[in-house]
C-alpha cells in the first residue's frame, strides 16, 4: 500500500525555500502592515492628479512599490496555505492577503478615473514622455479602458466588492482541498489506497481496467454528493462575473474578461469551430486507442490507460531534472544554465504531502520563480516537470528584462513556453530512442493524449463555462442537474463517436478548478496550438525563430498578447495556428497507426 507522506517527512532539499521572500513569519507581518499603511496612505492622494505631471508620476511609482510588496506578501502566504491547507495559521494568513488585496484596490480605485479626467490627449503625452516609460503600458490600458471604467466613488465600490466576489472561489478551494474526503478506492493488487485529486491520474493510467473504472467512478460520485453545494459556489462564481461585467458596460462576461487583454473574441469563437472540425481525427485516435487496449467498449476511464507496452519510463525527481536539461538545450546554454538552479536552489516544491494542494503551478516572485508540484516517477510527472519549468523560465526572464510594472504577462501568452518544453521533451525522447519502435510508441502515444487533454478537452471546458454564463445572463438557474446535462451533452460531442459516455461524466464539471478563474482553460488550447508551431521552428535549427521565441519570453507584459507572439513567430489573431496544429495531430495519428500495424 502506498505511503501517503507528510511534509515532516520529505527530505528539505525537495521542498521549497519561501525564506528567500520573507525570512519568517514574523516579516511577512511586517510587510503586511507596510502595505496596509501604504494603502491608508496611498487613497489620500485622491484629487491630486489633476496637480501636474510629476504628481501622476509620483503616484503611479507609489502605486507599483505598493503593488510589488503585496505581491510578495500575497505569494508567500498562498504558497504556505498550499502546503497543508488545513494549517490554520496559513489559511488566516492567505484570508487576510485576499482581504489586503480589496483595501489596496480600494485605495488605488481613484486613480483611473482621475486620469481619464485630465485634459484631453494629456495621457498619450505621458505615454510619448521617456519619464513615464514604465507605465505607459499601465497608462495605455487605462485609455483602452475608457468606456468601461466608473467614477472614482464607484471604481471604489466595485474595489470594496472584490473580496466578497472572490469568496465562491475560496469556499471551492478550502472544500475540495481541505474538507473533502473522498475515501479509499482499489489499487493495484486490489489493496485500497486513500482517493484525491493528485492520485487520480496515476490510477486513471493503471494497466488494471477494474483499478481505472472504481477511481473514476469514485471520484466523480464522491465530487457529486457535495453536487448542489458545488453548483452554487459555481453560480456565485460566474454571478460575480455578470456583477463585474455589467457594472463596467460589457456586453457579456467573456467580453469583459477578453477585452483587458486585447483579444477579439473571435479568437474563442474560431478556436472552437476549428476544434469541432478535428472531433473526426479525435474519434479515429481514440478507436486506435480502443484496439490497442483490446478492449470491447471504450469506457471514459478508459481515456488515460495506456496499452501495455515493454517501453517505461520510471524517474526519481533528480533524473527526470537532468533530463529536462538535456531536452531544453535547443534554447540556448544560458537558458540551461538558468534553469539548473531551479533543483538545487530549492525554487521547487516536489512531492504530495498530506493536505498539500493538488496538481502542479509556477509563482514568478521577484527574487525568482518558485515551482509546486506532487511528482510522480512516471513520464507525466517528468513532462509536468518539463510544464512548469517553462512557466517558470518565462517568469524568470520577464522579470530580468522588464521593470516590475510590465514584468506581469497575460494569461494568453504564459502556456506557450510551458507547452513549447514539453513539446520539446517529447521530441528529444524520440530522438534518443530512434531505433525502439516500442518507445516511438508510447512517445507518440503521450503526444496524442497531450494534444486530446490540452487542445479538444481544454476547447470543450471553455464551451462549458461560455455556456454556463450563457445559461446565467439570459436568467436561467445554475444547478447541478443543469450544468451536469450540460456538461454532458458536451462530452457526448466531443467523445460520442468512439466512446461509451458514461453517465458519471456529468459530474466532472464539479473538480475543475480552472472554472473559478473564468474564460481562462482556452488559453491552454490557444498556447498549445502555438507551442506547436514554435517549438517546430526551434527543432528545425532556425536560427532565426530561436532568437525571436527567446526574445519573447522576455517581453512580459510589455506588449499586448497577441503582438507578443507575433515577435515569437506565430499569428493567433488568425484560426491558422490552429489548423496546422490539428494537421499536426492528424499526422501524428497516422504515424501512430502505422507504427501499431507494424507491430501487428
Known amino acids: 500500500m502506498e505511503k501517503e507522506l507528510t511534509r515532516e517527512t520529505v527530505d528539505p532539499r525537495y521542498t521549497w525555500d519561501l525564506t528567500r521572500i520573507y525570512a519568517s513569519d514574523e516579516a511577512w507581518e511586517e510587510a503586511f502592515a507596510a502595505v496596509k499603511a501604504q494603502a491608508e496612505a496611498f487613497a489620500k492622494r485622491a484629487g491630486t492628479l489633476s496637480h501636474g505631471r510629476e504628481a501622476v508620476l509620483d503616484a503611479l511609482t507609489a502605486m507599483m512599490r505598493m503593488d510589488e510588496t503585496f505581491f510578495a506578501l500575497h505569494a508567500y502566504a498562498m504558497m504556505k496555505n498550499n502546503e497543508d491547507s488545513t494549517n490554520a495559521k496559513y489559511q488566516a494568513m492567505s484570508d487576510r492577503a485576499g482581504t489586503l488585496a480589496g483595501v489596496v484596490a480600494a485605495a488605488c480605485s481613484f486613480m483611473e478615473p482621475e486620469l481619464l479626467a485630465l485634459e484631453e490627449g494629456e495621457i498619450e503625452k505621458m505615454i510619448a514622455d521617456p519619464a513615464f516609460a514604465e507605465y505607459d503600458r499601465y497608462l495605455s490600458g487605462v485609455l483602452r479602458m475608457k468606456a468601461h471604467t466608473l467614477t472614482a466613488s464607484e471604481e471604489k465600490l466595485m474595489a470594496m466588492a472584490s473580496d466578497a466576489c472572490n469568496a465562491s472561489a475560496t469556499a471551492y478551494e478550502m472544500l475540495s482541498y481541505a474538507d473533502m474526503n473522498l475515501g479509499k478506492t482499489r489499487g493495484e493488487n486490489g489493496e485500497k489506497v486513500q482517493l484525491t485529486d493528485a492520485r487520480l491520474l496515476s490510477l486513471l493510467s493503471s494497466k488494471d481496467r ?13 465530487y457529486n454528493k457535495f453536487g448542489n453545494t458545488i ?9 460575480a462575473d455578470i456583477f463585474n461585467s455589467r457594472a463596467h458596460h460589457f456586453d457579456s462576461s467573456r467580453q469583459a474578461a477578453m477585452f483587458p487583454d486585447e483579444i477579439d473574441e473571435k479568437v474563442y469563437d474560431s478556436l472552437i469551430e476549428a476544434v469541432h472540425g478535428g472531433i473526426g481525427t479525435l474519434n479515429e485516435y481514440l478507436s486506435v486507442k480502443k484496439e490497442q487496449l483490446g478492449v470491447p467498449v471504450l469506457h471514459m476511464y478508459d481515456l488515460y490507460a495506456e496499452a501495455e507496452n515493454s517501453f517505461e ?3 526519481d525527481v533528480e533524473e527526470a531534472f537532468k533530463v529536462f536539461l538535456e531536452a531544453v538545450k535547443p534554447l540556448g546554454e544560458d537558458y ?10 530549492r525554487w521547487i516544491d516536489v512531492y504530495e504531502t498530506k493536505n498539500k494542494r493538488s496538481g502542479a ?24 516537470l518539463c510544464h512548469e519549468m517553462g512557466h517558470a523560465m518565462h517568469s524568470f526572464y520577464s522579470n530580468k528584462n522588464q521593470p516590475f510594472a510590465k514584468a506581469d504577462y497575460t494569461i494568453f501568452v504564459a502556456e506557450v513556453a ?15 530512442y530512434a531505433g525502439n519502435k516500442q518507445a516511438q510508441i508510447a512517445l507518440i502515444g503521450s503526444l496524442l493524449q497531450h494534444f486530446r487533454t490540452t487542445v479538444f478537452r481544454q476547447t470543450m471546458f471553455a464551451e462549458f463555462e461560455y455556456k454556463a454564463h450563457c445559461m446565467a445572463e439570459s436568467g436561467e438557474s ?4 443543469s450544468l451536469s446535462a450540460m456538461y454532458y451533452d458536451l462530452n457526448k460531442l466531443y467523445y460520442g463517436g468512439a466512446c461509451k459516455v458514461d453517465r458519471e461524466v456529468a459530474y466532472e464539471w464539479m473538480r475543475i478548478p480552472h472554472f473559478y478563474n473564468s474564460f481562462y482553460v482556452y488559453k491552454y488550447a490557444t498556447s498549445f496550438c502555438a507551442a506547436v508551431t514554435l517549438s517546430r521552428g526551434i527543432l528545425d535549427g532556425d536560427k532565426e525563430k530561436l532568437a525571436a521565441y527567446r526574445r519573447f519570453l522576455t517581453l512580459g507584459g510589455s506588449m499586448a498578447p497577441i503582438e507578443e507572439l507575433k515577435v515569437a513567430g506565430v499569428d493567433m489573431s488568425t484560426p491558422k495556428p490552429v489548423c496546422d496544429a490539428l494537421d499536426y495531430f492528424a499526422e501524428l495519428v497516422m504515424q501512430y497507426q502505422n507504427l501499431l500495424s507494424e507491430e501487428g
Open 361 to 384: 503551478y509556477s509563482c514568478g516572485t521577484l527574487c525568482h520563480p518558485y515551482v509546486l508540484l506532487n511528482h510522480k516517477n512516471t513520464y507525466d510527472g517528468l513532462s509536468t
Open 336 to 345: 540551461v544554465r538558468d534553469a539548473s538552479r531551479a533543483l538545487p536552489e
Open 231 to 239: 453548483a452554487a459556489t459555481y453560480a456565485g462564481q460566474v454571478k
Open 418 to 432: 510551458s507547452t513549447c518544453n514539453e513539446i520539446l521533451l517529447s521530441e528529444y525522447l524520440r530522438e534518443q
Open 478 to 481: 445554475l444547478t447541478r442537474d
Open 210 to 222: 477494474a483499478v481505472r473504472k472504481a477511481a473514476y467512478t469514485n471520484i466523480m460520485n464522491g
Open 313 to 315: 519510463i520510471g524517474m
